[in-house]
């Protein structure tokens, strides 16, 4: 039996920080609006294939949106989430220089055909995963929960089972320490980060 | 000696999160200090990994649902067909014996195997020196006499682990006690092991007591070809098979 979510469950679900609430919400948006994914590809020179790719991006983006207070409800989400996909696929566009014409009401492209680059967010996952591994898992669980989940000190402290949000704090402090040493220490590893993490998204 | 910068002031610069004179300010050093420039492009590039990691463990969380939605889905579809099949093969069992029977001028299996269902006399009440010395056997067909074939079938169960002379015979009134007790298909594999076994003493009622079965079943051509082989051979209940035979044909 599908549950019906409000989007005001969803951004709630989403804001918790339980891990089971937040799949609950995930699962049902796939069900709910990845066929308007699939629909808009298509219409998009996309395919099936195309639309899973852009639909993670989007429900993570989305994700990241509520936890940073970027979505304050003032378009419905199954709006928000439309927006989100035809700008996701602009950008994957766009990073293929594909020779397409593209018709979305207000907007008519046409772009000239190169190769596509794609390897680099696999490199970039790679490296990024092999340096966050040689982390402890607390120091991973900290720092996610706080530069990715977006979530206060005072909740990571209560999430992750810390004494007080200054025990919680002194260990993200640790970690980010540690963290710095590791790129400091792997030249190469730093400048192929830097290339692929900070210059790409300029 | 330069004062160190604090990480705390770095990460707020890096997030704006510093009034606007201090950002000013810190952008201004930047340019000027190579080494506090690298300390905070180093900083930035640990936030900017931690936040990717986490991109990277939502995104493997979210294809493995996906996936496991699709294939729900999927499961669900094939549910769907399967019920749609499921009842179109309800339909075709449960009505086609009335649509055999419409066809067939209104044969009444049931009725038919009313008829003709009898015990098989209780033999063993003959073997004296054997009933004597097994009460539970005497019980379990006490039981068989009164057609109170779950508790027969039960003893005769227990008895069938143990008593290797009397393994056939024993055999042989399980089969009836599931028939009686309407347990047709475990019935049916009773008696064609009984007769499948060439040395078997209890063959003849046993094709007959399968015959029962059958017709209770429906499955008159089988049934059939059965009762022709009773007939032929003059066997167990033989002139009750002819009788048969006429009904159904």
């Known amino acids: 039996m599908t549950i019906f979510y409000s989007d005001k469950r969803i951004t709630e679900a989403l804001k918790s920080g339980n891990e089971e609430d937040t799949n609950k919400v995930f699962r049902y948006l796939y069900k709910t609006y990845f066929g308007m994914a699939v629909q808009f590809m298509k219409k998009n020179t996309g395919d099936e294939s195309d639309a899973e790719d852009v639909f993670q991006e989007v429900m993570i983006g989305f994700y990241q949106s509520v936890r940073k207070g970027l979505y ?21 566009l766009k990073d293929r220089k594909r020779n397409i014409a593209m018709d979305i009401q207000e907007n008519v492209m046409k772009m000239q055909q190169t190769h596509p680059v794609e390897n680099a967010a696999g490199e970039l996952n790679s490296k990024v995963r092999t340096l966050l591994e040689k982390l402890s898992e607390r120091c991973r669980e900290v720092l996610t929960l706080y530069y990715f989940d977006n979530f206060a000190m005072s909740e990571i402290a209560q999430m992750a089972g810390y004494d007080n949000e200054n025990s919680a704090k002194t260990q993200k402090y640790k970690c980010m320490q540690r963290l710095i040493a590791l790129i400091a220490e792997n030249p190469d590893l730093r400048s192929s980060l830097h290339e692929l993490l900070l210059e790409s998204n300029q | ?231 032929v051979e003059k066997t167990y209940n033989y002139l009750k098979a002819e009788k048969i035979l006429e009904e159904l044909e």
């Open chain 2, 1 to 231: 000696m330069k004062d160190p910068i604090s990480p705390e002031l770095i990460e707020k610069y890096l997030t704006h999160s510093l009034p606007e004179t201090e950002q000013a300010e810190f952008a201004r050093k930047l340019k000027s200090d190579s080494a506090l420039a690298a300390q905070v492009s180093d900083y930035r590039l640990a936030m900017k990994s931690a936040e990717h990691y986490g991109k990277i463990k939502l995104k493997e969380r979210l294809g493995k649902m996906m996936t496991e939605t699709k294939a729900e889905q999927a499961k669900w579809h094939n549910n769907q067909w399967m019920r749609i099949a499921a009842v179109i093969l309800i339909f075709l069992a449960t009505g086609s014996p009335f649509l055999f029977n419409y066809f067939n001028q209104g044969i009444d299996y049931q009725q038919i195997y009313t008829e003709n269902f009898n015990l098989y006399p209780n033999v063993l009440n003959q073997r004296s020196d054997d009933v004597q010395k097994n009460v539970m056997l005497t019980e379990a067909m006490s039981y068989y006499s009164d057609k109170d074939f779950v508790n027969a079938f039960a003893l005769l169960d227990e008895l069938s682990k143990n008593q290797d002379s009397l393994a056939a015979t024993v055999a042989f009134y399980k089969g009836i006690c599931l028939l009686g007790a309407g347990k047709d298909e475990e019935a049916a594999e009773v008696f064609s092991n009984i007769l499948s076994n060439p040395d078997e003493s209890y063959k003849n009622p046993a094709r007959w007591y399968l015959t029962l079965t059958l017709i209770k079943s429906g499955k008159q051509a089988e049934a059939e070809a059965l009762l022709k082989e009773i007939s």
């Open chain 1, 72 to 92: 304050r409800g003032d378009s419905s989400v199954k709006t928000y989430l439309y927006s989100m996909i035809r700008n996701q696929w602009l950008i994957r």
